[in-house]
């Protein structure tokens, strides 16, 4: 999806998903501002990082710049023209009115005989009518969050209780090795410190957190689960055959159909998603029944030939339409279901070939077939000797709970909480929830992106976004917007705001102004010669500010709204929406192909969409393929659909189950689906085929195949039944 896409590049490039949100916190939150002791605990923690986390990150802000004000003055001063909009002269025209300019000379002369003139000496001096200041207001514009306030040049909450750092890592948030040992560091620098200071505790939360929360809980589950799994399946296996070497054995196809699979994948794209390989391996579920069909079936009859004669029809078909199930994967729009699809068919080609062609020679020699005796019947033998098809009540029972599973199916629906496909660890869960207390905003925050081939283009497309910005905050649908476009202003536009000073300020207007100043200065004080720098300034032949004028600018404060690659700009704008205007921001700039929007519930909306369409689909793909292979293999229709009655039925039992215990379709359990689909359709075979080679020969061999089943579904569920003990 192109959307999709977009909103991944924009992910991956933001500058704003790498963070680290340190907040440092009282603990009573109740109790009187301790703002110098967080102060100093921030200071402390800053040392700390810098002096041992340096390999692990970029940077660490903790503290506004002391010459930062002065450098957005001097940077606004120098460039005037640029940052002063087609309204700001109205305003001009009343500040250089006689009676204001003797208002405003006698606050300049009061200000600079006070303390304050020290500091305020040179900006009086090169603009004592105070023009520079209707820009410098509008810098006011980047503070989004009016929730925080600066003390010692920290940023703090305004009641004080919180102070917020941030921790830009080095390494992107998929690089959880090197940011373990990041996170490792910051949490023994946050206990050292915090067991020095009992009243107050830091937390951390970002993209790079749960990044690597994740995988370590991965890490951990698949070791747990996988361990428990092969323990049971080598014991169990082991004891049902009562051959040492049987599990490894069976395991020999699902290893070549692995490998199969990697060799063939390699020649055809030369890589795979890791995320698709991992999850393919529960696909390998259906490679194991292969194997487990053909080392039962020889238990039953003792002869290789036999298990080859009776097999190869259902394991055959079996795997084409399972190959051609996930085949269908193809055609989603899902890069990472796509390689999964291909990972899978290949794998269950492998598996088959290998089970048919090469595993009948590791089972047993020519010696063990003659001497091979019939094994007793074991207890999944006396199951599948059962028949309860001769039993009506299991029959009716069967049928009113299909009607009964077909209404509960109605309440299935997809997963619209993605937050949930992850995994935080409680330390996190918390600190996420204290973030979004304290910065509320954050919830009703939608990011726009603009994008273009260069700085500038991209500059002019987000300026010409702002229009529509500008309308919906008219609108009262936008109520706050914070971005470049004070600071960071395209040459086309710069060029258009100087003309129009050039144009405002005739010789006339000029001399007019100069000497009322002189005028209206002797009556309050000031010298002839205080008011030559703002002549200088009137005069000034202004030029468009280019990139390297304005670096230190944008590094100070906007450095994080921009991102330039060769051949590729976006800047960002931050807009504060309520919840249940959402929409309309989104459908605003939903047409537009130069505009993204980033947003939780946008994103989530997409992806929902995407999967129902490709899920919907999926299902329907495999279905038609699935009827019209059995179609030709058996060439009756009667019993094509007698073979597809349990899939179907099965399907609405899943769907049914789902409803009543409130269960939702998501990326992971649609891939299971695909998996039971899989084994659904090889059940369905193997019965028929025993069904149909009974009836022929009158050779009665259909429990050999049942006992299969049980045994593959056994395996199966806790192949699968394991992961309940996962955290993640």
Not at 243 to 261: N, Q
Not at 397 to 426: C, D, H, Q, W
Not at 601 to 630: H, P, R, W
Not at 673 to 682: E, N, P, Q, V
């Amino acid at each position: 999806n192109k959307k999709i896409d977009k909103l991944n590049q924009v992910f991956q490039e933001s500058k704003f998903m790498d963070k680290l949100v340190v907040m440092v916190s009282l603990k009573d939150t109740m109790g009187e501002p301790a703002t110098d002791s967080m102060v100093e605990y921030a200071t402390g923690f800053a040392e700390a990082v810098q002096g041992k986390l340096s390999p692990y990150i970029s940077k660490i802000n903790y503290k506004v710049d002391d010459d930062a004000a002065m450098q957005l003055y001097a940077a606004v001063n120098n460039s005037l023209p640029v940052y002063l909009t087609e309204n700001d002269y109205q305003q001009i025209d009343s500040l250089i009115t006689p009676a204001t300019l003797k208002t405003t000379l006698a606050q300049d002369f009061h200000t600079l005989t006070s303390p304050a003139g020290i500091a305020l000496k040179s900006m009086i001096s090169n603009d004592p009518v105070g023009i520079s200041f209707i820009a410098l207001k509008k810098m006011q514009q980047i503070q989004y969050d009016e929730n925080f306030e600066l003390y010692d040049n920290f940023i703090v909450t305004k009641n004080h209780h919180h102070l917020m750092m941030f921790i830009t890592p080095k390494y992107p948030p998929g690089n959880t090795g090197k940011n373990e040992q990041l996170l490792i560091g910051l949490d023994q620098i946050i206990d050292s410190l915090s067991g020095n200071n009992k009243s107050i505790n830091a937390a951390y939360f970002g993209a790079t957190a749960v990044s690597v929360g994740n995988a370590l809980q991965l890490r951990k589950d698949s070791l747990l689960t996988q361990g428990i799994a092969v323990a049971f399946l080598i014991v169990f296996l082991g004891f049902y055959f009562r051959k040492k070497r049987a599990p490894f054995i069976i395991l020999i196809p699902v290893l070549f159909g692995a490998l199969f699979s990697l060799t063939l994948i390699y020649f055809i794209k030369g890589g795979i998603s890791v995320i698709a390989l991992g999850t393919g391996s529960v696909v390998l579920g259906i490679a194991i029944n292969y194997s487990l069909h053909v080392f039962n079936h020889y238990r039953h009859t003792g002869s290789i030939e036999e298990v080859i004669k009776d097999l190869a029809m259902p394991l055959t078909i079996g795997s084409l339409t399972s190959v051609g199930g996930f085949l269908c994967l193809e055609f989603v729009k899902s890069e990472m279901l796509k390689d999964l699809g291909l990972f899978a068919a290949f794998s269950l080609v492998g598996a088959s070939l290998c089970s048919l062609i090469f595993l009948p020679h590791f089972i047993s020699s020519k010696k063990e077939q003659q001497a091979h005796v019939a094994e007793q019947s074991s207890w999944i033998d006396t199951i599948a000797a059962f028949r309860p098809e001769f039993n009506k009540y299991i029959v009716i029972g069967i049928f009113l709970l299909t009607f009964v599973f077909a209404y509960t199916a109605r309440k299935v629906s997809f997963e619209t909480n993605m937050e949930r496909m992850n995994y935080m660890p409680a330390r996190l869960i918390k600190a996420q929830e204290q973030l979004n207390a304290i910065n509320a905003y954050a919830l009703q925050s939608v990011y726009l992106v603009a994008e273009g081939k260069t700085l500038n283009e991209a500059l002019v497309n987000n300026e010409k976004m702002l229009a529509d910005i500008d309308s919906l905050k008219e609108k009262k649908v936008v109520k706050k917007y914070s971005g470049v476009s004070t600071l960071i202003i395209s040459d086309t536009l710069q060029k258009q705001r100087i003309e129009r000073w050039n144009n405002y300020w005739t010789p006339q207007k000029k001399q007019q102004l100069l000497a009322a100043l002189e005028t209206e200065g002797k009556s309050a004080g000031f010298k002839s010669a205080a008011f030559i720098p703002f002549a200088n300034l009137l005069n000034k032949t202004f030029l468009p500010a280019d990139s390297a004028t304005l670096a230190t600018t944008r590094q100070s404060f906007l450095d994080d709204y921009i991102t330039e690659k060769p051949g590729h700009a976006t800047v960002v704008t931050l807009v504060k929406v309520e919840p249940k205007d959402k929409q309309v921001v989104y459908n605003t700039f939903d047409s537009n192909p130069l505009v993204t929007v980033v947003d939780k519930q946008y994103l989530t909306n997409k992806l929902v969409e995407i999967i129902n369409d490709d899920f919907g689909k999926i299902a329907l793909m495999s279905s038609c393929l699935v009827f019209f292979i059995l179609l030709l293999t058996f060439g009756r229709i009667e019993l094509t659909l007698v073979s597809f009655i349990p899939m179907f039925l099965a399907w609405i039992w899943i769907l049914g189950l789902m409803g009543i215990f409130g269960i939702q379709f998501n990326i992971v359990n649609i891939i299971v689906s695909a998996l039971i689909f899989g084994l659904g359709d090889d059940y369905s075979l193997f019965i028929m085929d025993g069904l149909l080679r009974e009836y022929k020969t009158g050779r009665k061999n259909l429990a050999a195949y049942k006992s299969s089943i049980f045994l593959s579904a056994i395996t199966t569920i806790v192949g699968l039944g394991v992961l309940i003990f996962a955290k993640h």
